[in-house]
């Protein structure tokens, strides 16, 4: 597999659209190099994993077709993961499709459904998928799990166990593990640390990329629903006690804030043994 990162940067992206901080100031004169578009990825070339509102630069920035991707997975419903006024303009007059077939499917949690739902046309539908249950997409096997992301500690449909505590979502929000060939992926954006359930259904399934959600950077937690460096770290340590990692497993950080990103060098001084992803970034595995 090969997994693109289209966008490694969380809500708000570095520069942050609306601010003045030093990083932003810094990614700013960096130009191009220092951007960090809002979060996406593509896998083996037509498998999209979410679709937020800077696709349209991604496409132009990595010279792809949105034309041939026939299946996005969507993480969560937030707007930096999936915007549905980009994602409709695949219908009737704004997209002539030709060559190809016309239906994309959009899979995800219920209100990833709530959203898609008003714009269901013969271009494009939704599937709801439900955690731990693997589903086959395109030869992909793909199977949801739980995050602990749109979490409160008294309201909400969704309860979820982080660190010994309940807590309540507002929409089943996933991470996926994405198997194929032999190989596996697991795509951990927007989360905070793993729960034990997640450990417990991937013990002994070692994977090959891990991708893991770093918003807070080096900062101790900031947001709740995330993670950061120290977070990942930790992670890695104990994805391989559980059998699911092992030397040979690559580890990136990825979804970065502006808050918590001192920039590229100074994270990988920080996180030794992990990739830290920018935008058009290629992992093979
Ligand atoms: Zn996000
Ligand atoms: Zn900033
Ligand atoms: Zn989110």
Not at 121 to 149: D, N, S
Not at 208 to 217: I, M, Q
Request: aromatic content about 10%; overall charge negative; charged content about 25%.
């Amino acid at each position: 597999m090969k997994l693109l990162y289209l966008g490694t940067a969380a809500a708000e992206g570095i520069p942050a659209l609306f601010c003045e901080c030093e990083a932003c100031q810094k990614a700013r004169a960096l130009s191009a190099k220092g951007v960090h578009t809002r979060s996406g990825a593509m896998l083996d070339g037509t498998f999209k994993i979410d679709f937020g509102p800077d696709s349209y630069k991604q496409m132009l920035d990595n010279g792809l077709s949105y034309a041939y991707v026939h299946s996005v997975l969507v993480t969560h419903s937030h707007e930096d993961h999936l915007d549905v006024d980009e994602l409709q303009l695949r219908r009737g007059t704004f997209a002539q499709i030709t060559t190809t077939e016309k239906l994309m499917t959009v899979y995800g949690n219920e209100r990833v459904g709530e959203k898609v739902r008003r714009h269901e046309c013969e271009y494009f539908r939704f599937q709801l998928l439900r955690p731990f249950e693997t589903v086959q997409i395109e030869g992909y096997g793909v199977t949801p799990l739980e995050a602990v992301h749109c979490i409160s500690k008294d309201s909400g449909l969704y309860p979820v166990i982080h660190e010994g505590t309940q807590y309540f979502r507002s929409e089943e929000a996933f991470i996926y593990l994405i198997e194929k060939d032999g190989k596996r992926l697991l795509y951990g954006h927007d989360t905070a640390k793993l729960t034990q359930k997640n450990f417990d259904f991937l013990k002994g399934k070692r994977l090959d990329l891990v991708s893991l959600d770093c918003t807070n950077g080096f900062l101790e937690t900031k947001w709740v629903g995330h993670m950061g460096a120290k977070d990942n770290l930790l992670m890695k340590e104990r994805l391989i006690v559980n059998g699911s990692a092992d030397e040979k497993t690559i580890f990136v950080a990825n979804h970065f804030s502006h808050n918590g990103y001192p920039g590229q060098k100074e994270l990988e001084a920080l996180m030794p043994g992990f990739l830290i992803a920018y935008d058009g970034m290629e992992v093979e595995f």
